[in-house]
């Protein structure tokens, strides 16, 4: 009889390990999936500073290429992404932007373009990803708060209402979705 309760001891110790075993996977799969759920939320995050940082680079180059005054006494929007690189409208070379940069949420060097007339006026990227920033802008990008994507996040130089404080704010019409690629 002693043989009989050794032999059943073991086998409800062995259910035992493997009940654990299992509850050891179940915690590690858990803590894996909150551990790249909180990662792409983090690189989510750093995308959306970067990417406001490239906008801010691009409204202030179309805004230094606007403020350049033709002989004409003028002021004019450029045509493409490559004007803001080499800007031949004067005596020299002058470069606005160092380069075209990569839209940091979609990984391309395209960009959706905001044309009045033509001109390029602004950028936004082509991401439809949902922005975690809502709110906590800079007040020239207040009006980037409470978008319902990525794409609606546009960076304008308006020329004049940029001068009084006014943050930049193109019609909807005036967006091209159609964007640029860049090689370089």
């Known amino acids: 009889m002693a043989r009989c309760s050794a032999?059943?001891?073991?086998?409800?110790?062995a259910g035992f390990s493997f009940l654990w075993?299992?509850?050891?996977?179940?915690?590690?799969g858990?803590?894996?999936?909150?551990?790249?759920?909180?990662?792409?939320?983090?690189?989510?995050?750093?995308?959306?500073?970067?990417?406001?940082?490239?906008?801010?680079?691009?409204?202030?180059?179309?805004?230094?290429?606007?403020?350049?005054?033709?002989?004409?006494?003028?002021?004019?929007y450029p045509v493409s992404l490559d004007e803001l690189l080499q800007?031949?409208?004067a005596a020299?070379?002058?470069?606005?932007?160092?380069?075209v940069f990569v839209d940091p949420m979609t990984g391309k060097p395209e960009w959706g373009l905001v044309r009045v007339g033509?001109?390029?006026?602004?950028?936004?990227?082509?991401?439809?990803?949902?922005?975690?920033?809502q709110d906590g802008f800079e007040p020239e990008e207040l009006s980037l708060r409470n978008k319902r994507k990525i794409s609606e996040w546009v960076f304008a130089y308006s020329g004049e209402r940029q001068k009084a404080?006014?943050?930049?704010?193109?019609?909807?019409?005036d967006r091209s979705s159609s964007g640029i690629s860049v090689a370089r």
């Open 165 to 173: 404080g006014t943050p930049a704010r193109p019609s909807p019409a």
């Open 92 to 99: 020299g070379i002058t470069r606005h932007l160092r380069k």
């Open 30 to 76: 858990l803590g894996v999936t909150i551990g790249v759920e909180v990662d792409s939320t983090f690189v989510q995050r750093e995308r959306e500073r970067e990417l406001l940082s490239v906008g801010r680079q691009f409204r202030a180059a179309i805004g230094r290429y606007y403020e350049t005054t033709l002989s004409a006494g003028r002021h004019e």
């Open 118 to 133: 033509g001109r390029i006026v602004g950028v936004h990227s082509l991401s439809d990803k949902i922005p975690i920033k």
């Open 7 to 13: 032999a059943g001891r073991r086998r409800n110790e």
């Open 87 to 89: 800007d031949n409208r």
């Open 21 to 28: 075993t299992l509850l050891l996977v179940a915690f590690l």
